[in-house]
């Protein structure tokens, strides 16, 4: 009988998990508690939108040298017996008493020594979900095993992604090429600008994707305020700028790239910031290597923008990508992760139009990379190098 496994082959998942607890090892961590969406799919295969309630919560322990343990309500019991995981333990939830708690602590107890060491992810882009309040009870019920920072343990073995999840963001791009293609049909001028947003999605889902986790984007006069306000009914003109960013999903991975489209005719400072941002990201490829850092990365595409004449705005200009929206590293001048072979990137410059950069209108370009020994590989068509025009 074929052994069980969710969206990729079970010997993946033995890789990720033989490859956290080499990690767990070099930290002398006994076990790895896990509790995010991400971070549970990671181990198990265990898709659903289910995470979209808050009321359970669902936890996964990696001990260091045996296979998962999957400690979950009830309700997940059948899709969680369709993954590799052969392990699992259920309780009644949700439980205001005891929401499995008392489970999870004798699961810690019987796999590490009572001197060890639990590792759960505290850091930058991490979080516990569970009550704070349970966690309480969790560590008094294991006494005296310590509890730990486990944020790199988990982020250095993530961040590399394998040839298979690199297909699978390869394929969640290409639906969405597919679907920045059918823009110039239903981004008219006249539109209303929710509506548009709505067409695009709609546009997602018949190109392929599962979900669309997230549709952002603006539109305005040579270019927008902002790229993280929901649309609203004002209806395109010429003269405007519209952005449309997507983070849809198929198989539980993220694409996360924008492109941006003229309305008609638009202001010649709407060109050259397009033609900066074009210029720049074409800059950066051809520069980008392993061994850089993060904040390296961030130095070549600020510095190729200021080369255009334009000047960059605050913030990232780029991030991590793969089972969230964003992942590590956040390209800013602070941050020293290095770059390595097999990351998956957003190249993302953002610029003001203006070329004083007095604030109201800016304009953002992203592209999806994976870092090669030899540099990036483009996950999805490249925009123009001129701003794509939608009617006369």
């Known amino acids: 009988m074929p052994e069980g496994s969710l969206v990729f082959p079970a010997d993946e998942y033995r890789r990720r998990t033989a490859a956290l607890q080499a ?13 995010t969406p991400a971070d549970v799919f990671y181990v198990t295969g265990f898709l659903t939108r289910f995470w979209e309630s808050p009321a359970r919560p669902w936890f996964i322990v990696v001990p260091a040298s045996a296979p998962p343990v999957a400690i979950i309500p009830h309700i997940g019991a059948d899709l969680m017996g369709r993954t590799w995981i052969s392990d699992i333990r259920t309780w009644n939830a949700p439980d205001p008493v005891d929401d499995g708690v008392t489970l999870l602590a004798d699961t810690l107890a019987n796999l590490v020594p009572e001197q060890g060491c639990v590792g759960v992810p505290m850091g930058l882009e991490t979080q516990l979900r569970m009550p704070l309040r349970d966690f309480g ?17 988990v982020q250095r073995v993530r961040e590399i ?16 090429d597919a679907a920045f293609a059918t823009v110039p049909e239903f981004a008219t001028a006249g539109r209303p600008l929710d ?4 067409d695009f999605q709609i546009a997602l889902l018949a190109a392929g994707a599962d979900w669309v986790s997230y549709t952002a984007g603006g539109a305005g006069q040579a270019g927008y305020g902002d790229v993280i306000s929901p649309a609203d009914e004002t209806p395109l003109k010429p003269g405007d700028v519209l952005m449309l960013d997507t983070g849809a999903v198929k198989d539980g991975y993220f694409c996360d790239f924008d492109r941006n489209f003229a309305i008609g005719a638009v202001d010649a400072a709407a060109e050259r910031a397009h033609a900066a941002l074009f210029a720049a990201t074409e800059a950066a490829m051809a520069r980008l290597r392993p061994g850089m850092t993060a904040a390296d990365l961030h130095g070549l595409l600020s510095g190729a923008l200021r080369a255009q004449g334009a000047t960059p705005c605050g913030g990232r200009l780029g991030h991590g990508l793969g089972l969230t929206l964003t992942e590590w590293p956040s390209l800013t001048p602070k941050d020293q992760t290095e770059l390595r072979e097999g990351m998956v990137l957003t190249l993302e410059p953002s610029v003001f139009v203006d070329p004083e950069g007095r604030p109201g209108t800016i304009m953002v370009h992203e592209e999806n990379i994976v870092l090669r020994a030899d540099g990036p590989e483009l996950l999805h068509r490249r925009t123009t190098s001129e701003l794509p025009r939608i009617g006369a």
């Open 137 to 153: 009870r969790l560590t008094e019920r294991t006494a005296a095993r310590r509890f730990v920072d486990a944020t790199q343990t």
């Open 195 to 198: 509506q548009v947003f709505r």
């Open 23 to 35: 990690e767990m090892q070099a930290r002398d961590q006994d076990a790895l508690l896990l509790t």
């Open 161 to 176: 992604k394998s040839a298979a999840e690199i297909d699978k963001i390869r394929t969640i791009c290409g639906i969405a």
